[in-house]
């Protein structure tokens, strides 16, 4: 398994095509996918039961996130009507604080300290499930696209190799990691979007450029769909204002 999780990152092409002809390709992408997200849920789930074992130190984190988002809009403000928005956030920010620190003391069912360990185990349980299913949304529609472009794999050959796009993910692990969280995260993604592309590529026996198009076509399509659902929505707004 370790060696399908270099492999995967390090896109060896003999490794997605010696699964693609495998006969438990499944089992070994689904596998990966297990192990990603056990890894990334039981770190975030530790990260949390710290966290949230010391209510002093969420409140402190969640201030340095709201100081932070202030900060980034102050920046960003270019108009009175926006300074003066963030001002009022910025005015507020003590009162939130205060009613969250209310909530936090609020009694609760079962004492906090269960309370914090059934929610790290559901943590772990739930973010493999969680890549599972944006996994099987993505290898779906990429199939779709890739058949009706030439291609001639299966959709077991294409789940097994597309779990393999789950492998940088397991950088989300590192994701409560303040300020460069985030950029881990998207570097996840892009990495997972280029071995996704791969994947699609053997699988199908496609060149790279349709691979990608496969890949891209119906996310695009699904994009462009709700510009025009946004634009039509504020044509007809503005056309009820003008009656």
Sequence with gaps: MIDTFNGALTLKQDLFRGMR???????????????????????????????????????????TAVDDSIQQQALAATTDEQREAVQ????????????????????????????????????????????LGSL????????????????????????GLGALSVAPHALDALGFIPYIGQTISLIAWAWGLVILVLATSVA???DSGRATLAVLLYPMVGFLLLLLGCCAFFLLIIAGLGQ
Excluded: C
Aim: net charge positive; charged share 15%; no cysteine.
């Design 21 to 63: 002809e495998s006969p438990d390709v499944v089992r070994r992408g689904f596998l990966l996918v297990l192990l990603v997200g056990l890894l990334v849920g039981g770190v975030q789930a530790i990260s949390t039961m710290i966290t949230s074992s010391n209510p002093d130190r969420m409140i402190a984190a969640i201030e």
């Design 88 to 131: 009022i956030i910025s005015d507020n920010k003590e009162g939130a604080l205060n009613i969250v620190r209310a909530v936090m003391t609020l009694p609760t069912p079962l004492p906090r300290p269960v309370g914090v360990i059934l929610r790290g185990l559901g943590l772990i349980a739930s973010t493999p499930l969680s890549y």
């Design 136 to 159: 099987m949304l993505a290898v779906i529609v990429t199939h779709i696209a890739a058949r009706q472009l030439g291609g001639t794999g299966n959709i077991q050959q294409m789940l």
């Design 204 to 206: 199908h026996r496609l």
